[in-house]
């Protein structure tokens, strides 16, 4: 009664995306885990830096500049970053960075980052379908809400979370270290279930 | 003449599981439907993130029993609408990081774009659009969430409850009688290869 699909030995259904777009110039660490089920477009280049975690599904578009990704970061499944926002093209300079992910950064599911010098701190996490507009410099440890926004061209400083309709408040528990340890566990637990195909992208 | 019939739109299963081709469903051995569930195109389920070690099993001996690291898990007559997201919620417990079972129970609908993580879902609950359902979350039955909550991590939601706002609070109760409206079976005709019309 309880039997779920078809065939038992198909692992995923997960149907090919259009991959339109150019085949963006990669740099891996040898120690990421990336999905082949994720998308990755542009023509700046896109660092991933050692022990971060994509998703299946998560899109990384570096058509507006390049992606730089710190250390143990996790992109979950259907975030969009890099996302050229809702006024399509932007001009950059070249050589100018699109979204900048400092180390133990998250970015939870369907969440969007968009692209022009936007910089998310060490240890902040965007939580589940949040939107950072494109230039926002968000600080260290700061906590996004689901479906909160962060305008463009937003300064969010240290240790604050952004809640409810665009209210902030301060961090003050002081747990910065225990969640960069949470996020290594994370990390070593996502890597045994995940299957990693760094190649796919080269 | 060809051989095999045109493909239809969605998967039928002989239990009458209605899945769409363009789901994204990831580690299907691991998700459990118990029949009649329809799961829309862009839906998708996360059904790789399990358990690594569950602590039943205290034998060391080769494969677990089938079934036993269920990601997801999912009653009777459930809906999941168009691009929402099914993900086992995840927690410290002893000092290790772990995934948990997501349960569903008969008649949830998930609103178009809604992000579950809850741990246990009763029966008879309605989620709408755009809901974000935060971790290890308990949601009793005939329960309804309004469009847009965002339910914090580890809330318990009482049953008949009416939920609402960002964090999400009990705003109100179902009215006596109310709980018809949470019945999917006509729902669950109108999809698939041959639907039917919606009753008038």
């Given at each position: 009664m309880a039997s779920a699909k078809p065939s038992a030995s198909r692992h995923s259904i997960l149907p090919p995306i259009s991959q339109s777009g150019p085949k963006p110039p990669v740099t891996f660490s040898s120690s990421i885990t990336i999905s082949d089920g994720a998308v990755l477009t542009g023509t700046n280049p896109i660092l991933i830096s050692s022990e971060s975690v994509i998703h299946p599904r998560a899109r990384l578009d570096s058509m507006g500049g390049t992606i730089s990704i710190g250390k143990r970061c996790i992109i979950h499944e259907r975030t969009r970053i890099g996302d050229m926002g809702s006024e399509g093209r932007l001009s950059l300079q070249e050589g100018n960075k699109a979204v900048t992910l400092e180390?133990?950064?998250?970015?939870?599911?369907?969440?969007?980052?968009?692209?022009?010098?936007?910089?998310?701190?060490?240890?902040?996490?965007?939580?589940?379908?949040?939107?950072?507009?494109?230039?926002?410099?968000?600080?260290?440890?700061?906590?996004?809400?689901?479906?909160?926004?962060?305008?463009?061209?937003?300064?969010?400083?240290?240790?604050?979370?952004?809640?409810?309709?665009?209210?902030?408040?301060?961090?003050?528990?002081?747990?910065?270290?225990?969640?960069?340890?949470?996020?290594?566990?994370?990390?070593?637990?996502?890597?045994?279930?995940?299957?990693?195909?760094?190649?796919?992208?080269? | 003449?060809?051989?095999?019939?045109?493909?239809?739109?969605?998967?039928?299963?002989?239990?009458?599981?209605?899945?769409?081709?363009?789901?994204?469903?990831?580690?299907?051995?691991?998700?459990?439907?118990?029949?009649?569930?329809?799961?829309?195109?862009?839906?998708?389920?996360?059904?790789?993130?399990?358990?690594?070690?569950?602590?039943?099993s205290t034998s060391s001996s080769g494969a677990a029993a089938p079934g036993s690291n269920t990601a997801v898990s999912i009653g009777r007559y459930c809906f999941l609408d168009r691009g929402c997201c099914l993900r086992p919620p995840s927690r410290m417990y002893r000092g290790t990081f772990t995934y948990l079972p997501l349960r569903m129970g008969d008649h949830v609908y998930v609103g178009p774009g809604s992000v579950v993580q809850a741990a246990s879902i009763g029966s008879h609950v309605h989620i709408g659009k755009g809901v974000v359902i935060g971790e290890m979350t308990i949601i009793k039955d005939y329960t309804r969430i309004l469009d847009g909550t965002v339910v914090p991590p580890h809330m318990v939601i009482p049953s008949f409850s009416i939920v609402a706002g960002r964090p999400a609070r009990v705003i109100g109760e179902v009215p006596e009688g109310g709980h018809e409206a949470f019945e999917l079976r006509e729902l669950y005709k109108t999809v698939g290869n041959n639907p039917q019309r919606a009753p008038v």
């Open positions: 180390d133990y950064v998250t970015v939870e599911t369907a969440a969007v980052v968009e692209a022009g010098d936007t910089l998310l701190g060490e240890g902040t996490v965007v939580g589940v379908g949040s939107r950072i507009g494109r230039g926002a410099v968000v600080g260290k440890y700061c906590t996004i809400t689901p479906q909160s926004e962060v305008p463009d061209e937003a300064r969010i400083p240290d240790f604050t979370v952004v809640y409810g309709n665009g209210m902030r408040r301060q961090d003050k528990r002081g747990v910065s270290a225990l969640m960069n340890k949470a996020q290594r566990q994370q990390i070593d637990v996502l890597r045994r279930l995940i299957p990693s195909k760094p190649e796919k992208f080269h | 003449m060809s051989r095999r019939p045109p493909k239809g739109e969605y998967i039928e299963t002989d239990t009458g599981n209605k899945v769409a081709r363009k789901a994204n469903l990831v580690g299907t051995q691991n998700i459990m439907l118990g029949g009649k569930t329809v799961i829309q195109p862009e839906a998708m389920i996360r059904g790789d993130l399990t358990r690594l070690n569950p602590p039943s």
